[in-house]
């Protein structure tokens, strides 16, 4: 397993823009599937977006498509969530995971194909 900590969160106004790092240690990052998952407060966990080890396959979830963007820096061991445009409904505790294995994008979604989470960052967006 690999060490994740997220940072970056924080209470913005609605249409405002976070960016959210996930900071991994432990093992070799660049073997990893990353992705982000967030919880609003009576819901289940939700996938947002996920990158293969390279950067050059990416998958989001509808809701965030034209405005939230996942990216790596294998050098650094760390992936991002540049998030624009924010509306109150995406006020949410946001996970960082990483999955060990290969999956195709398929599976990408389900987060009991992660076997690494951080601890998570509160995002509140007010309207």
């Known amino acids: 397993q690999v060490l994740l900590v997220e940072s970056g969160g924080g209470l913005v106004q609605a249409g405002d823009s976070l960016r959210l790092s996930c900071a991994a240690s432990?093992?070799?990052?660049?073997?990893?599937?990353m992705g982000w998952f967030r919880q609003a407060p009576g819901k289940e966990r939700e996938f947002v977006a996920a990158?293969?080890?390279?950067?050059?396959?990416?998958v989001y979830v509808d809701s965030v498509k034209g405005r939230f963007t996942i990216s790596r820096d294998n050098a650094k061991s760390t992936v991002f969530l540049q998030m624009n445009s924010l509306k109150p409904e995406d006020t949410a505790v946001y996970y960082c995971?990483?999955?060990?294995?290969?999956?195709?994008?398929?599976?990408?979604?389900?987060?009991?194909?992660?076997?690494?989470w951080g601890q998570g960052t509160q995002v509140t967006v007010s309207s």
């Open positions: 432990g093992r070799t990052f660049s073997y990893y599937r």
């Open positions: 995971a990483a999955g060990s294995y290969y999956r195709s994008t398929y599976y990408w979604k389900s987060e009991n194909e992660y076997d690494s």
């Open positions: 990158v293969n080890w390279s950067g050059d396959s990416i």
